[in-house]
């Protein structure tokens, strides 16, 4: 099948010699994008944003390490998963789509937030970011303020989360229970059940060994200091009803941020808000983008 013009693959290698699978999506010249996905997704997550916004945008996505077509690290070596690496991989990957000096807006979904966060000290993205978009996501206490386990708050509650979550047992085949139970977890009551069988596909494609080694990095994630070093314009985007990552999360961000431009909790969405409701996360990228352009001007 013929590629569409301006779309282009590349290969990202990370500092450890992680090669990651980049895409650049949209004509030369034109206001760059970066969607960062989040844990057990991969660049298909964002197939809605890459159909509406490569029309006018340069939309650059890339695989995290484990995902999709990227490497998988070594589960043996525990230096291939964990909040550096998530930033090393960011670093190639601007390094090698961005001009010297061009800037761009970054969206990061979950993990793909959490991506943002570590690397808010990085040259490269102190470099190259505009602004960005924080969508479902968070800091800390991921485990302990998740709602997947339906229990009381509390220790009993946090461990049995974070063993389901960490848990490297096969998720299997699509089927009408994995796609009730994903929707259980991850999406609102409402979410379409197209929609819920798109995530499902994404979902069950990742490595079980690079779910699980994920999930016990997420579930002892620490980035609230380097919230405070995110000193770039920075939108915040939430489902009301994410039992993943709560709202409570994203307050928790939009209170710390030094930039913070404003918090969106849309009624009836979860986790997945880039595919339960793509027009509003779209929209935020374009209000980020009109906001705040990405010139070379503008990084001097």
């Known amino acids: 099948m013929t590629r569409p013009p301006g779309e282009r693959e590349?290969?990202?290698v990370s500092a450890d010699g992680t090669r990651l699978h980049v895409e650049v999506h949209g004509e030369p010249g034109r206001p760059a994008?970066?969607?960062?996905?989040?844990?057990?997704?991969?660049?298909?997550?964002?197939?809605?944003?890459?159909?509406?916004?490569?029309?006018d945008h340069r939309?650059?996505?890339?695989d995290q390490r484990g995902h999709g077509r990227s490497a998988v690290p070594d589960p043996a070596r525990s230096a291939g998963y964990g909040t550096d690496a998530l930033?090393?991989?960011?670093?190639?990957v601007l390094r090698l789509t961005l001009a010297p000096g061009e800037r761009a807006v970054l969206a990061g979904h979950s993990m793909g937030g959490m991506t943002l966060m570590a690397a808010a000290r990085r040259p490269a993205f102190q470099e190259h970011a505009a602004a960005v978009l924080l969508c479902s996501t968070g800091s800390s206490r991921l485990v302990a303020d998740s709602r997947v386990v339906p229990l009381r708050a509390g220790p009993v509650r946090t461990r049995i989360t974070a063993a389901l979550l960490a848990s490297s047992l096969p998720l299997g085949p699509v089927t009408l229970l994995s796609k009730r139970l994903l929707r259980y977890g991850t999406m609102g009551?409402?979410?379409?059940?197209?929609?819920?069988?798109?995530?499902?596909?994404v979902v069950h494609a990742c490595p079980r060994v690079v779910r699980a080694a994920w999930a016990k990095?997420?579930?002892?994630?620490?980035?609230?200091?380097?919230?405070?070093?995110?000193?770039?314009?920075?939108?915040?985007?939430t489902g009301a009803d994410d039992r993943l990552t709560p709202p409570v999360r994203s307050r928790a961000l939009a209170a710390t941020l030094p930039r913070c431009t404003?918090?969106?909790?849309?009624?009836?969405?979860?986790?997945?808000?880039?595919?339960?409701?793509?027009?509003?996360?779209?929209?935020s990228i374009r209000a980020l983008v009109t906001t705040y352009p990405g010139t070379k001007e503008d990084a001097a």
Do not use: K, N
């Not at 960062?36 to 159909?51: D, E, K, M, N, T």
């Not at 939309?59 to 890339?62: L, M, P, S, T």
């Not at 009551?189 to 596909?201: D, H, I, L, N």
């Not at 990095?217 to 915040?236: I, Q, S, Y």
């Open 10 to 12: 590349l290969t990202a």
């Open 33 to 55: 994008v970066v969607l960062i996905h989040g844990w057990a997704c991969s660049v298909r997550f964002w197939s809605a944003q890459l159909a509406e916004l490569a029309t």
């Open 59 to 62: 939309v650059i996505v890339y």
């Open 87 to 92: 930033a090393d991989d960011l670093e190639a």
């Open 189 to 201: 009551a409402g979410a379409a059940p197209a929609r819920v069988a798109e995530c499902a596909r």
């Open 217 to 237: 990095v997420l579930g002892t994630l620490d980035l609230d200091a380097e919230v405070r070093e995110l000193r770039v314009p920075a939108a915040v985007l």
């Open 262 to 283: 404003g918090l969106t909790v849309l009624t009836g969405v979860g986790h997945m808000t880039p595919v339960e409701a793509p027009e509003a996360v779209t929209a």
